[in-house]
T-cell receptor, first 116, second 114 residues
């Protein structure tokens, strides 16, 4: 079974630009979460999508947004990029079979975004 | 505000030794505590996880010890091997209708020397 696939693996952008990152979850997984990883702040939760609806959101500015499609694939967008947005952006998917289900999140390899 | 605090930041252990990483949390609503292992250039991979109804869980050389009253949990790696050299993250979350966001510790960089 293929794992979580994130594209592209690397991106270089300049300040003020916008960027879109893509995530394909493991087949059959319905929940997709996004995390930002930086050396200073570690892994921080951005948002989570389930059945095309944003279910939870972390403490990030509105420049960070996302969406989920009917096939569970997800995209996240960052507008008006700032230098501090340079990070590894990780996507994770989980099966989620119902209330009390194990929250086993499987991560992709991430997209490394560099903002110049 | 860091909801999960992890220590030490880095750890050097000799081959065959025991690696111990500790985490503490504040939110008593957390009910799922996974440990993730991350190698350079890779995403985190689930290593082992525990729920608060048990005090210990062992899988191979990896053991989680959980102390609910102290709000602390730890990862023990027995017979540490050079291949275990990686960054380890503890995390905590709670089952909720609003999702399962993982709150991560800041990570421990483990180096196992030959």
């Amino acid at each position: 079974k293929a794992g979580v696939t994130q594209t592209p693996r690397y991106l270089i952008k300049t300040r003020g630009q916008q960027v879109t990152l893509s995530c394909s979850p493991i087949s059959g997984h319905r929940s997709v979460s996004w995390y930002q990883q930086t050396p200073g702040q570690g892994l921080q939760f951005l948002f989570e999508y389930f059945s095309e609806t944003q279910r939870n959101k972390g403490n990030f500015p509105g420049r960070f947004s996302g969406r989920q499609f009917s096939n569970s694939r997800s995209e996240m967008n960052v507008s008006t990029l700032e230098l501090g947005d340079s990070a590894l952006y990780l996507c994770a998917s989980s099966l989620e079979t119902g209330a009390g289900a194990k929250n086993i999140q499987y991560f992709g390899a991430g997209t490394r975004l560099s903002v110049l | 505000q860091q909801q999960v605090k992890q220590s030490p930041q880095s750890l050097i252990v000799q081959k065959g030794g025991i690696s111990i990483i500790n985490c503490a949390y504040e939110n008593t609503a957390f009910d799922y505590f996974p440990w993730y292992q991350q190698f350079p250039g890779k995403g985190p991979a689930l290593l082992i996880a525990i729920r608060p109804d048990v005090s210990e869980k062992k899988e191979g050389r990896f053991t989680i010890s959980f102390n609910k009253s102290a709000k602390q949990f730890s990862l023990h790696i027995m017979d540490s091997q050079p291949g275990d050299s990686a960054t380890y993250f503890c995390a905590a979350s709670r089952d909720s209708n609003s999702g399962y966001a993982l709150n991560f510790g800041k990570g421990t960089s483990l180096l196992v020397t030959p």
